[in-house]
Nanobody, 124 residues
Framework: QVQLVESGGGLVQAGGSLRLSCAAS????????MGWFRQAPGKEREFVAA????????YYADSVKGRFTISRDNTKNTVSLQMTSLKPEDTAVYYC?????????????????WGQGTQVTVSS
């Protein structure tokens, strides 16, 4: 069992940066693929980024590629999402998720555990 708690959301102007963090409980964290998803008002939850169990492979949605960076620290049981050049369309609730597979998937059903989410608002 893994419990995930996100932090770092907030209000930022377009062009600015934010760093989201996800703290995980449970000894299995280092064996899981991890991901970030987001859900904007009135829209479906969508994939943002993912990282494999050892942190050597990363995956991004086209909409964030080159602007967002996912990383993990297995010694601290944390995964982070560094977001730069933020746009108003990045406004959403951001969710951290864990996939019991070492190489994470890209869809909602691939992930087994979810955090409660953190709000990111980008003003124009």
């Amino acid at each position: 069992q893994v419990q995930l708690v996100e932090s770092g959301g907030g209000l930022v102007q377009a062009g600015g940066s934010l760093r989201l963090s996800c703290a995980a409980s449970g000894r299995a964290f280092s064996r899981f693929g991890m991901g970030w998803f987001r859900q904007a008002p009135g829209k479906e939850r969508e994939f943002v980024a993912a990282i494999n169990w050892i942190g050597r492979s990363t995956y991004y949605a086209d909409s964030v590629k080159g602007r967002f960076t996912i990383s993990r620290d297995n010694t601290k049981n944390t995964v982070s999402l560094q977001m730069t050049s933020l746009k108003p369309e990045d406004t959403a609730v951001y969710y951290c998720a864990a996939d019991e597979a070492q190489i994470p998937g890209r869809t909602l059903t691939d992930f087994d555990y979810w955090g409660q989410g953190t709000q990111v608002t980008v003003s124009s």
